[in-house]
């Protein structure tokens, strides 16, 4: 409701300084007011067109979707706020010489036109940030209604003064609800940040820093003004965190800074040199105190248990990387197994991204005994007679036909050892020995394994902890020191332009 209040007054009171300019000027209203519908209803469209193709696409697309209209909605709402500081004393007698013109060229276009634009760039400000709090809500039928309040209200507060009925004092009005929007906006931030990691953008600074949910429980209404009103969520990440006080803060102070504290024009520059600075210095301190070197990355060189499916154990294993890489199984009585290892791409694994490797454990076909006996045909099937092979009806040998099936699967992080398995097996078609016609029977591989679930967890979690240090190492020595600078170059570059408006208009000697 106070963004729709505030967006919609401002393009009331853009309306009403147009309307009175007219009405003093004995002109017709029409051409201002066909203007204004054409750019509300445009201003609507885009909103409900960002919306729909936000909603229409993928889970991960539209992550990526709400971070950009996140962040074009943080950009809309801070030149807002700065551009109403700068110009507001000046907007009326703008919009009249702007309006002069189109009626001294006669022509209702350009009035139309002039309304339209006027209107425009204030509805479309009004859609795109409507559209990122309203994704940011808890409940977007609460947050329509609220905004349809707000203007409905802002449209009655215009008309009003249009009218002459009442008096606000806009400068203490645009200050309250400046510091609103700017709370907004820091959520907006955060909810930006949030929505990037999710779309796979941005994978620093992903560590916890406090846990809200006992301020603000789910369902409550301190839930819903916490997380659905100012973007705040239950847990805030590192990265999420300081972007909310980097943005916050400067914008904070510049809205409640009271105007007799500010700057006269003459030290203003000086004011911002100084700002770049310490900018410029926080940079440096930064990329020099924060650690430059990244912590080991678990090693593929130890070797790795694995078991049986039984979960006895059956031996370790680990890789030989070079120009080919390959699977060394060692079983536990000490034969040792080489497997050549073909790349299958990457895939996600236990949490985590892994490059995907097979390989072939079918032995040599020489390797499979061409005759089986009754002795070896219980051995393969676990100590049993097969079902439907009698000893006494069945004598044996029979005639052994193999076909080998499954493979190993390996997959490895960096070169380290994630998750393996062997699944091989085979089948066995006996024919001969008694029987009349030939059997096909399963045979369990004798050389099938696995690594323990928990030895995966393990990895995993090892592998993850190496992730989020080195992605802090490159957020408080890389990303902080890069914003710190571009920061200090935009204020020294305002500092430069500032003092040379400054020696253009000093008074010559």
């Known amino acids: ?299 593929a060189a130890g070797n790795t248990t694995v078991v049986t499916g039984t979960e006895q154990p059956f031996g370790t294993i680990h890789v030989v990387t070079g120009s080919a890489p390959t699977l060394v199984v060692t079983a536990s009585g000490g034969a040792e197994t080489r497997y050549p290892l073909t790349s299958q791409g990457t895939a996600t694994h236990g949490g985590q991204l892994a490059d995907v490797y097979t390989a072939d454990p079918a032995p040599a076909a020489q390797a499979d005994p061409a005759k089986v006996s009754l002795d070896d045909l219980a051995g393969l099937n676990g100590g049993r007679m097969p079902v439907g092979i009698s000893s006494i009806q069945n004598p044996g040998p029979f005639a052994a036909n193999w076909s080998h099936k499954g493979d190993i699967t390996l997959w490895l992080v960096n070169g380290a050892i994630l998750d393996a398995e062997n699944t091989s097996g085979a089948t066995l078609t006996l024919s001969g020995g008694g029987l009349s016609t030939s059997r096909t029977i399963a045979v369990a591989g004798a050389g099938a394994w696995q690594v323990p679930n928990s030895q995966v967890d393990q990895a995993s979690a090892e592998l993850a902890a190496h992730d989020s240090a080195a992605a802090e190492v490159v957020l408080w020595s890389v990303y902080l020191p890069i914003v710190c600078l571009v920061t200090a170059l935009l204020l020294a570059l305002a500092g430069r332009r500032n003092r040379r408006q400054l020696l253009a208009t000093a008074p010559s000697p």
């Not at 750019?39 to 936000?54: D, Q, R």
Request: hydrophobic share 60%; charged share 10%.
């Open 1 to 299: 409701m106070v963004i729709g209040l505030r967006e919609g007054l401002e393009a009331a009171l853009i309306v009403g300084m147009i309307a009175a300019f007219l009405r003093r000027n004995g002109v017709s209203l029409k051409p201002m007011w066909f203007g204004v519908g054409a750019a509300v209803l445009l201003s609507a469209a885009v909103g409900i067109t960002l919306e729909i193709v936000s909603a229409a696409l993928p889970q991960q697309q539209q992550e990526a979707m709400e971070t950009v209209i996140g962040a074009a909605a943080v950009v809309i709402v801070t030149f807002m706020i700065l551009w109403m500081s700068k110009n507001s004393r000046n907007m009326k007698s703008a919009l009249e010489t702007h309006a002069g013109s189109a009626l001294k060229g006669g022509s209702v276009v350009a009035l139309a036109g002039m309304a339209f634009l006027a209107v425009l760039r204030e509805g479309v400000e009004t859609a795109v940030f409507m559209v990122a709090a309203f994704q940011s809500s808890l409940s977007p039928v609460a947050a329509g209604s609220g905004a349809v309040i707000g203007l409905a209200i802002a449209s009655c507060i215009g008309f009003l003064l249009f009218r002459g009925a009442i008096k606000i004092n806009l400068a203490k009005f645009f200050t309250v609800t400046g510091a609103f929007l700017v709370f907004v906006a820091a959520g907006l931030v955060m909810k930006s940040l949030r929505t990037a990691h999710e779309a796979g953008w941005l994978n620093i600074g992903q560590d916890a820093t406090v846990n809200l949910s006992w301020l603000a429980p789910n369902g409550s209404a301190r839930s819903a003004i916490l997380t659905g009103v100012f973007g705040i969520p239950n847990d805030p990440r590192l990265v999420e965190v300081l972007g909310w006080g980097l943005y916050l803060v400067p914008m904070l102070v510049f809205v409640l800074w009271p105007r007799r504290w500010k700057p006269s024009a003459a030290r203003l520059p000086r004011i911002q040199f100084a700002a770049a600075g310490a900018l410029g210095v926080a940079a440096v301190a930064l990329a020099v105190a924060a650690p430059l070197s990244v912590p080991a990355a678990p090693s």
